[in-house]
């Protein structure tokens, strides 16, 4: 299933990340406040339970998060920004880190580093990467979750290409993807058109 997050702000954010006359450092901020928006629609299913307290009014019972504790997971390195901005919400959730980068010729996802934290078993996971393209890095690291042992895996992307998103549900259908927009196609290169660029190389500067 695939949630678009069609909310004006998201838009507007996201227009702006497009703009290639947008630089680093306001790419970065838009990146981690468009995780928070991202955030705030991906996780509208957790569950919560009451919990007895006394207001400076009266006694009553109030929801707080309940169930699975939780893990973000973001594939480096461009979804570390989405991660380190989602942690301010759900500051004890557990961050756990997939390296991988895709081959520019092939566009297959080559692994560097994984580093997950070891209850992940018992834990919602939410994995962050700005760009879902061909789908493979996002499959690969998928993967590697289920290997460690998650079953409650969340993909969140800031765009997505036809194309990744098929990958995605083909491999994997029991993981839900949210992204602020679906874009057109992916080019001969493997960038999402319209797109937004390298979304690493926009966020950390280089090139
Ligand atoms: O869906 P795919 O075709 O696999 O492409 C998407 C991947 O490409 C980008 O990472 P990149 O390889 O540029 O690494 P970086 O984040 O270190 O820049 C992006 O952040 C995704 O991880
Ligand atoms: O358009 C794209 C495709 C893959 N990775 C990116 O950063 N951008
Ligand atoms: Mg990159």
Redesign the pocket.
């Known amino acids: 299933m695939v949630t678009v997050v069609s909310h004006p702000l998201v838009q507007h954010k996201l227009s702006i990340m497009r703009d290639e006359r947008t630089g680093v450092k306001e790419f970065r901020e838009l990146a981690g406040e468009l995780s928070l928006l991202l955030a705030y629609e991906a996780m509208r299913d957790l569950e919560t339970e009451p919990l007895r307290l006394r207001t400076p009014i009266q006694e009553g019972d109030f929801p707080v998060l309940s169930g699975r504790k939780l893990a973000l997971v973001a594939i480096l390195r461009?979804g570390l920004i989405m991660a380190e901005s989602m942690v301010t919400l759900v500051p004890a959730a557990k961050v756990g880190h997939i390296g991988l980068y895709?081959d520019p010729q092939t566009l297959q996802p080559v692994a560097y580093y994984n580093k997950l934290p070891s209850d992940i078993a018992e834990r919602r996971v939410f994995l962050t990467d700005?760009?879902?393209?061909?789908g493979g890095?996002a499959s690969v690291a998928i993967q590697s979750l289920k290997d460690a042992g998650a079953t409650s895996i969340k993909l969140m992307s800031i765009?997505a290409?036809p194309e990744g998103i098929a990958v995605i549900e083909r491999d994997h259908p029991d993981v839900n993807i949210v992204v602020a927009a679906v874009d057109e196609q992916?080019?001969a290169?493997?960038?999402?058109?319209p797109?937004?660029?390298?979304?690493?190389?926009?966020i950390y500067g280089t090139k």
């Not at 700005?130 to 061909?134: E, K, R, S, V, Y």
């Not at 797109?195 to 926009?202: F, S, W, Y």
């Open positions: 461009a895709r700005p760009m879902l393209a061909t890095s765009l290409a992916l080019n290169h493997g960038y999402i058109v797109g937004l660029g390298d979304a690493g190389d926009r």
